[in-house]
Every structure is written in structure tokens, then in C-alpha cells.
């Protein structure tokens, strides 16, 4: 059953769906991880719609009501609402990786985390980035999980405030992704010195006469 056949009126509840081990284990959709490693498997289109739905999920955790064309129109793929549309394939994509499901007429559920590649997947990949994925992995095993934990709210804060976010919006979004509080306030303040510092030095190599 397709999203068209689903969603006669073009609006499609979108769910949250849970998972304990991999709410735990996995990735934001928006997270450097997913961008490196699953980018290549999902494919543009599926990844940034992934993005969307992660977005709207966390704007209404209970669920959200998407409307199909407008939507597409705002991932930049097109009008088309027909099954062979490249926004209608990339909803298939979803459930044929098991990163959403069909539970009923015009519903879909949605993972909140995206899980690490399997060993399937991550054949699928090209040389470098495996060796990237092995490296990474060597890595999450050698760090405390407090320290993956804060270096990865570090980056989320930093990513939040280049995308034009300010520092007490940030903290707030990195509690509702559930890190804790004290890391929350400590991550964010790490960031936006460090955009703060990254703004002084962009702006005095942009002065007349100023060369780097």
C-alpha cells in the first residue's frame, strides 16, 4: 500500500514511532552520522524528508498532520503527488529500510533515531567510507559514553547556532533531544563561544585593509 493510496485528501498523519533500544542506540536524523554514512544508502530526497518528519515530530510529539504537496514543494521535489514521484518514492524508501511503517489508512509512523548501519548496509558502502565507519566505531568504543554523549550535544549546539538559532533556544532544543540538563547548559555555552569567537574572526578578516 502507497502513500497515494493512503491519502486521498493529500494529508497524511505522521506518528512517532518507538523503540526503546534504538531511541537509545541511534542517531538524529539530522546528526553528522546519518549525513556520512546513511546519506549514501537513503539518498538525498529520503534523507531530507526523514529530516522534515524528525522536525515536525519534535514540534508535535504526539503527531502531526503533513500535507503531501506543499511539503514536497518544500523539499524542492516537485508537485507530483502520483506513485512514481520521487517524493512518493522516497516514503517507500522509509519503510523498505525500517525507518517507518504503515500501521493503517493514511497514517505513518516514523522512527525518531535512525540505528547504526549493519553489516549489510555497510558493505553497501564505498572503501573510504567504510574505513570512515570503522574508525568511528573503534572510537565510540575507546570513549567513556558521558564524553560521546557531551561531544555530541557539543555539535548539535554548534550546528543549532549556525543555522541562526541563539544560545537559550539552543539549550532548550537539546533538552527535548533528552541530554541532560547540566550538559545541555554546559554544551551550549561551549558553542556559542566558540560561533561567537568563529563571528569576531569572520568579521575582522572582512574589514578594509585587514588581511588574514
Not at 506513485?83 to 511503517?101: E, G, I, P, T
Not at 573503534?138 to 560521546?148: H, Y
Not at 532548550?172 to 551550549?188: D, F, G, I, V
Request: glycine content about 6%.
Amino acid at each position: 500500500m502507497t502513500i497515494t493510496d493512503m491519502s486521498e485528501e493529500g494529508i497524511l498523519t505522521v506518528r512517532p514511532w518507538p523503540d526503546q533500544i534504538i531511541d537509545t542506540l541511534g542517531h538524529d536524523p539530522r546528526s553528522a552520522y546519518v549525513e556520512q554514512f546513511w546519506l549514501g544508502i537513503l539518498g538525498p530526497s529520503t534523507t531530507f524528508l526523514l529530516r522534515h518528519l524528525a522536525a515536525a515530530l519534535e514540534e508535535s510529539p504526539a503527531g502531526a498532520d503533513l500535507e503531501l504537496q506543499p511539503t514536497a514543494r518544500r523539499l524542492g521535489l516537485g508537485a507530483r503527488s502520483g506513485r512514481h514521484s520521487a517524493f512518493m518514492r522516497a516514503f517507500d524508501r522509509l519503510v523498505q529500510f525500517d525507518l517507518a511503517r504503515r500501521p493503517g489508512p493514511a497514517v505513518l509512523q516514523v522512527r525518531r533515531k535512525v540505528p547504526p548501519l549493519n553489516r549489510r548496509q555497510l558493505s553497501r558502502l564505498p572503501g573510504e567510507l567504510r574505513t570512515a565507519h570503522e574508525q568511528w566505531h573503534d572510537l565510540q568504543r575507546t570513549t567513556p559514553p558521558v564524553e560521546a554523549m557531551r561531544r555530541r550535544s557539543r555539535q548539535l549546539a554548534l550546528s543549532l547556532l549556525e543555522l541562526g538559532e541563539d544560545l537559550e533556544s539552543t539549550e532548550r532544543q537539546l533538552m527535548r533531544w533528552r541530554y541532560h540538563p547540566a550538559m545541555c547548559h554546559e554544551s551550549a555555552a561551549w558553542a556559542w563561544d566558540r560561533h561567537q569567537a568563529a563571528l569576531a574572526a569572520a568579521a575582522t578578516d572582512n574589514l578594509p585593509g585587514v588581511r588574514s
